[in-house]
């Protein structure tokens, strides 16, 4: 069958390149795509903001089924307006997007289903949360700032202290450096312990989560420097015993299902539960609607099934609960970012050595922000590359990637040393 890839960042390319494996995909296109994607699929400049521009793509090229990565287009309603004409659509509807695309709706949903998650207050005024902030009732555990809508993984400020939350709610809701994202606020309580992404295919009556992984968002080793939207992960994480993963399970997917069938959401796609693993237990820090990136560079390879089957199952509302076929071992994956990123990535610095390690064992490098020029990859993005390695355990999957990315030149590159340390530290203890 012909399939269509929405989205064309490193998420993206690793979605090709497993949907690629199946004998069951035909011609696969990719809208916009990148460099790397150009290699596996066609790619293809659609106007996603305009559905039927996209359903007339869908007919022209007889596809079969469309797979959405990003949140943009999840929340502006895409994966209805396909469905409403008949398409098979992996990807969750306007309704179900706005547990990410709104973090007050996440909020509120996550309190009225009891879903365990730090206690907050949200606001549309600047007075009235500078007001909460003098008042009686402002505890100084409220430290974390967030606008409540979109804002590519950046809208999130932890304060140290109390005057460091003034300024973060007046550059939110007053000087609006988040534009429209900022126009609400969520100030909630501060959590402390280790972070999980829980990613899951859900079709709305089950759920069947993927490899746990764990994100490294900020931009600099030791977790020092602004957020990004993920500077690398790995996964599995030794820290999530059988007994916490029966928690979450209680705590957080069951509870979830049911909020969506009491809400009546119709959930066709990925549920990301982004989790802090407090002493109290698991806690809810975020939904997100889509895979995780760069979570889903580590998640498909260390899973070895039919893609399209999966996509197709949850398309179609007949995902079952089994065990997923895993592969032995661990995955990792680093992020090599462009000069300048997060702030202002440069983009036009011609990328070497993607030839010399394409044919590296356990080794896959997926492209995030790449194109081509003159015959030449370059930077176009701030995140460039993911270099994702597997390995017989995660000491192995490290050195891989590492050695890896000693290979791959572009000026003004980082990365960070550390992806996947924190694992090896915890699985001593
Ligand atoms: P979010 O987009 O809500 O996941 O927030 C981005 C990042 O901010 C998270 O990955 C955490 O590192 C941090 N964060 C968010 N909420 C909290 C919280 N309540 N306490 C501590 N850190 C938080
Ligand atoms: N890696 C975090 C995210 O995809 O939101």
Partial sequence: MNILVIGGGGREHALVWAIRKSPKAGKV???????????????VALNVKDPSA??????????SLTVIGPEGPLVDGL??????????????????????????????????????TADYRV?????????????????????????????????????KSVDEVIVALQDA???????????????????????LSVIALCDGKTLLPLLPTQDHKRVSDGDEGPNTGGMGAYGPVPQLTDALWKRI?????????????????????????????????????????????????VIL?????????????????????????????????????????????RKGDVIEGLEAVASLPGVTVFHAGTSLKDGRV??????????????????DARRKAYDALGRIRFDGAHFRQDIGARGLRLAKV
């Fill in 29 to 43: 296109y990719c809208a916009p795509g990148n460099a790397g994607i150009a290699q596996l699929a066609e790619c």
């Fill in 54 to 63: 996209v359903l007339g793509f869908l007919k022209e090229k007889e596809i």
């Fill in 79 to 116: 994966a209805d307006a396909l469905r409403a004409a008949g398409q098979k659509v992996f990807g969750v509807g306007k309704k179900a997007a706005e547990l990410e695309g709104s973090k007050a709706v996440a909020k509120d949903f996550m309190r009225r289903h009891n879903l365990p």
């Fill in 123 to 159: 606001f549309s005024f600047a007075e009235d949360a500078l007001g909460f902030v003098h008042s009686n009732e402002y505890s100084p555990a409220f430290r974390v700032v967030k606008a409540s809508g979109l804002a590519a993984g950046k809208g999130v400020v932890v304060a």
């Fill in 173 to 195: 809701m007053i000087k609006r450096v988040f534009g429209a994202a900022g126009e609400k606020v969520v100030l909630e309580e501060t959590l402390e312990g280790e972070e």
């Fill in 249 to 297: 399970e209680a705590e957080v997917c069951e509870p979830f299902l049911k909020g969506l069938q009491a809400d009546g959401i119709d959930y066709r796609g990925v549920i990301y539960f982004g989790l802090m693993l407090t002493r109290q237990g698991p806690k809810l820090l975020e939904f997100n609607v889509r895979f995780g990136d760069p979570e889903t560079q």
């Fill in 301 to 345: 390879p260390m899973i070895d099934e039919d893609w399209v089957d999966l996509f197709e199952a949850v398309a179609d509302g007949r995902l079952e609960s089994r065990e997923l076929r895993r592969r032995p071992g661990a995955g990792v994956v680093v992020v090599m970012a462009a000069h300048g990123y997060p702030a202002e990535p």
């Fill in 378 to 395: 370059v930077t176009a993005g701030g995140r460039v590359l993911g270099v994702t390695a597997v390995g017989s355990d995660l000491v």
